[in-house]
């Protein structure tokens, strides 16, 4: 591995996760990308709260500003979970929706340079078989690198 994307939410999970990824990133000498997203209709509720923070205000904001919860969050969890090892990561933001989260992961993938993807896939048969949903199976069927999934049972 060259360079990793790490797809983040706001679960334990996910936190481990990116420990692994960072875990395995440090020992191979890589760099990771840490991927966090807003929906639409997220960014439009942050939007529409610095509209009334900027009315109250009588200031402007650029319209970026939405994005920042995602990137604090990332930037935390990092910062909680790889600072200390000795790699290289970078923050990745986007806004995506969730239909689209597949397509996303491949072209933020492609568009950062990287060669494997971390992900959490949740386990859906009564059986025990692991059934991954529609994204883990669009990224594993379809990016050309390695894909490590993390897989939970489904609440």
Same mark, same amino acid.
């Given at each position: #591995?060259?360079?990793?994307? *790490?797809v983040?939410?706001?679960?334990?999970? @996910?936190?481990?996760?990116?420990?692994?990824?960072?875990?395995?990133? =440090?020992?191979?000498?890589?760099?990771?990308?840490?991927?966090?997203? $807003?929906? =639409?209709?997220?960014?439009?509720?942050?939007?529409?709260t610095i509209?009334?923070?900027?009315?109250?205000?009588?200031?402007?904001? /650029?319209?970026?500003?939405?994005?920042?919860?995602?990137?604090q969050?990332?930037?935390? #969890?990092?910062?909680?979970t790889?600072?200390? $090892?000795?790699?290289?990561?970078?923050i990745?933001?986007?806004?995506?929706?969730?239909?689209?989260? %597949? /397509?996303?992961? $491949?072209e933020t993938?492609?568009?950062?340079?990287?060669? @494997?993807?971390?992900? *959490? %896939?949740?386990?859906?048969s009564?059986? %025990?078989?692991a059934?991954?949903?529609?994204v883990?199976?669009?990224?594993? $069927?379809?990016?050309? %690198?390695?894909?490590? *999934?993390? *897989?939970?049972?489904?609440?």
């Amino acid at each position: #591995m060259n360079r990793g994307l *790490v797809v983040l939410d706001d679960t334990e999970t @996910h936190r481990a996760l990116l420990e692994e990824a960072g875990a395995f990133a =440090s020992s191979s000498d890589s760099e990771l990308v840490v991927l966090s997203y $807003l929906t =639409s209709e997220e960014v439009e509720s942050n939007l529409d709260t610095i509209e009334t923070i900027s009315e109250q205000e009588g200031t402007s904001y /650029d319209s970026t500003v939405a994005l920042q919860p995602a990137e604090q969050f990332a930037s935390s #969890m990092a910062a909680e979970t790889i600072a200390d $090892l000795d790699l290289s990561y970078e923050i990745e933001t986007r806004v995506i929706d969730e239909d689209d989260l %597949g /397509d996303a992961i $491949l072209e933020t993938a492609y568009d950062t340079d990287c060669d @494997h993807v971390f992900l *959490v %896939g949740r386990k859906r048969s009564p059986t %025990g078989k692991a059934i991954f949903g529609d994204v883990v199976q669009q990224v594993i $069927l379809n990016f050309e %690198g390695r894909v490590t *999934v993390d *897989v939970v049972d489904s609440a």
